[in-house]
């Protein structure tokens, strides 16, 4: 029996999580879940080794040796099969005092570090493969070079520039990241909208925006890869709806199958960015043309599971199980 853990890193309530590792639990793999934001320094212990001589040395093969203590369970650092890096929370930025701000910067760097450079790990995905993959200018960019079929698309600052590309065609406007945003102190989201050049002002000079021609669709696919397995699911809005996470109660969902060009063009997307998982959601048109919208390195998928009949949580579990062969 193979007792190399896989490790999950994600945040203490998370169902997505939840379902991989029962799944995990039920085919007897080790598993060691912890929140790096959260748990460390305490109570997760670190102890990671490198360098020439000595038994470290032999059984990391080079690699970092060395453990990861959680609770009554602990990792060896030279023989982890996989890590899941799901949902964490942000480790703290050390924005108070001169010495809380140096300490948070090591314990990011620290613990960080090393879980990114473990020796004959598979990672679903690389924590840092994730963070690049996230910048959607390079989504784009990637995604016009692969082939997609991309909307055309601006970022600016300058009030001229989008007055006139708006006024050119059908526009909508989304955010250039997706995070955490508050009204009256109340979560929020900042959901894809439209926008007509006259509503265009001088707060555009204050950031940088996106807009992009408005795809007309007739309804969505989100296409979930794991490894090199593709699930897509046909995603149903109401008619006149620009962006469907707004109206979940009002979504119908089937599974459709991926053309079979596309499938391998969203396997080389995730392999230009070094990633073994990416959301991606297309905008689907009356000609059964797919427009590549955005790409989510690290998307929820769980609820496509019952509503689409997508076996995405096996598919993660496979991927985690077998992990990488060690050196």
Same mark, same amino acid.
């Given at each position: 029996?193979?007792?190399?853990?896989?490790?999950?890193?994600?945040?203490?309530?998370?169902?997505?999580?939840?379902?991989?590792?029962?799944?995990?639990?039920?085919?007897?793999?080790?598993?060691?879940?912890?929140?790096? =934001?959260?748990?460390?320094?305490?109570? /997760?212990?670190?102890?990671? %080794?490198? +360098?020439? #001589? @000595?038994?470290?040395? &032999?059984?990391?093969?080079?690699?970092?040796?060395?453990?990861?203590?959680?609770?009554?369970?602990?990792?060896?650092?030279?023989?982890?099969?996989?890590?899941?890096?799901?949902?964490?929370?942000?480790?703290?930025?050390?924005? =108070?005092?001169?010495?809380?701000?140096? /300490?948070?910067?090591?314990? %990011?760097? +620290?613990? #960080? @570090?090393?879980?990114? &450079?473990?020796?004959?790990?598979?990672?679903?995905?690389?924590?840092?493969?994730?963070?690049?993959?996230?910048?959607?200018?390079?989504?784009?960019?990637?995604?016009?070079?692969?082939?997609?079929?991309?909307?055309?698309?601006?970022?600016?600052?300058?009030?001229?520039?989008?007055?006139?590309?708006?006024?050119?065609?059908?526009?909508?406007?989304?955010?250039?990241?997706?995070?955490?945003?508050?009204?009256?102190?109340?979560?929020?989201?900042?959901?894809?909208?439209?926008?007509?050049?006259?509503?265009?002002?001088?707060?555009?000079?204050?950031?940088?925006?996106?807009?992009?021609?408005?795809?007309?669709?007739?309804?969505?696919?989100?296409?979930?890869?794991?490894?090199?397995?593709?699930?897509?699911?046909?995603?149903?809005?109401?008619?006149?709806?620009?962006?469907?996470?707004?109206?979940?109660?009002?979504?119908?969902?089937?599974?459709?199958?991926?053309?079979?060009?596309?499938?391998?063009?969203?396997?080389?997307?995730?392999?230009?960015?070094?990633?073994?998982?990416?959301?991606?959601?297309?905008?689907?048109?009356?000609?059964?043309?797919?427009?590549?919208?955005?790409?989510?390195?690290?998307?929820?998928?769980?609820?496509?599971?019952?509503?689409?009949?997508?076996?995405?949580?096996?598919?993660?579990?496979?991927?985690?199980?077998?992990?990488?062969?060690?050196?």
């Amino acid at each position: 029996m193979d007792g190399r853990p896989v490790l999950v890193c994600t945040e203490s309530e998370d169902a997505t999580a939840d379902l991989v590792i029962t799944e995990l639990n039920r085919r007897r793999v080790p598993v060691i879940r912890f929140d790096p =934001g959260r748990d460390f320094p305490a109570p /997760v212990v670190l102890a990671a %080794r490198i +360098g020439a #001589g @000595g038994a470290a040395r &032999a059984e990391s093969g080079g690699g970092w040796a060395g453990r990861l203590t959680f609770g009554k369970r602990t990792a060896d650092l030279s023989a982890v099969r996989a890590l899941y890096h799901r949902r964490p929370t942000p480790c703290p930025t050390g924005s =108070g005092e001169r010495t809380a701000r140096f /300490v948070a910067q090591e314990n %990011r760097r +620290g613990l #960080g @570090g090393v879980l990114g &450079a473990l020796p004959g790990c598979l990672y679903l995905s690389h924590p840092q493969a994730i963070a690049r993959a996230e910048y959607k200018p390079a989504q784009l960019d990637a995604a016009a070079r692969l082939g997609f079929t991309v909307p055309a698309t601006l970022i600016t600052n300058d009030p001229e520039e989008a007055e006139r590309f708006c006024a050119e065609r059908p526009t909508i406007y989304k955010p250039l990241h997706a995070g955490a945003y508050e009204v009256d102190g109340e979560p929020a989201g900042i959901w894809a909208a439209p926008v007509e050049a006259d509503e265009i002002d001088g707060a555009v000079g204050h950031s940088a925006h996106l807009f992009q021609a408005l795809v007309p669709k007739v309804a969505d696919v989100r296409a979930v890869v794991v490894g090199e397995q593709v699930f897509s699911a046909r995603i149903t809005a109401p008619p006149g709806v620009v962006d469907w996470r707004a109206e979940y109660r009002n979504l119908t969902y089937e599974p459709v199958a991926c053309p079979e060009d596309m499938c391998g063009a969203l396997v080389r997307f995730l392999a230009d960015f070094g990633l073994n998982f990416g959301a991606f959601d297309f905008a689907v048109t009356a000609d059964g043309a797919w427009w590549f919208l955005e790409c989510n390195p690290n998307g929820q998928w769980a609820w496509l599971e019952d509503t689409a009949g997508l076996p995405i949580t096996h598919a993660i579990a496979d991927l985690l199980e077998n992990g990488m062969s060690p050196a």
